[in-house]
């Protein structure tokens, strides 16, 4: 029986036969879930529309537009119903999160007022900040039927009208931060002509 030397060159085109191997397969894994993934994300975009939004009979996804604020992207989806404007939900955001990036979905009616708000994604504290979430507590319904025209979105310890969630002041402040930063951009244009 030969003995098999085992040599630098067998090593690396043992080694280069496995990462190529590897390498297809998380290709493929890819390639086989990013539409899965896709349509799951714009499944929760659809509903977080129909969420905040009094019923439509449009699809405010086809006539969806997005502005630039603030180093980010806002998403503007204009809901009608039988052709007339029933409101505007905007995907907003606040980098100001104890843990980063806050995606809400927040839905005005024609006149600014806050109808409702949900809750896209974040990575607050849970038991504490994650209670911005409608299914965790009720600290958005203090928003809802709200103009900011007149009703202050900061937390009451920093001037404004909003009572914060209990040991979660910088969630509840980032909370507020997306909200008015939606509210802004729709004052300023983001009604989209």
């Not at 493929?28 to 899965?36: F, M």
């Not at 180093?71 to 404007?85: C, D, I, R, S, V």
């Amino acid at each position: 029986m030969a003995k098999v030397e085992s040599n630098f060159k067998n090593m690396a085109a043992t080694l280069l036969v496995i990462t190529l191997v590897a390498s297809a397969a998380l290709g493929l894994v890819y390639q086989s879930t990013k539409e899965p993934i896709a349509l799951a994300q714009q499944a929760k975009i659809n509903n977080a529309i129909k969420a905040v939004l009094p019923e439509f009979d449009n699809q405010p996804g086809n006539e969806a537009y997005s502005v630039a604020v603030d180093g980010g992207e806002l998403t503007f989806y204009p809901a009608t119903k039988e052709g007339q404007p029933v409101g505007t939900a905007v995907k907003t955001f606040s980098n100001n999160g104890f843990a980063g990036l806050i995606e809400l979905m927040v839905g005005f009616l024609p006149d600014g007022t806050i109808n409702k708000i949900a809750v896209i994604s974040h990575k607050e504290t849970p038991g504490l900040g994650d209670k911005m979430d409608p299914k965790k507590s009720n600290f958005s319904l203090q928003f809802e039927g709200k103009n900011p025209e007149t009703f202050k979105l900061k937390v009451k310890k920093d001037g404004g009208d909003v009572d914060a969630i209990t040991a979660s002041t910088i969630s509840s402040r980032a909370y507020c931060d997306a909200v008015i930063r939606a509210y802004n951009a729709l004052k300023e244009g983001g009604k989209h002509e």
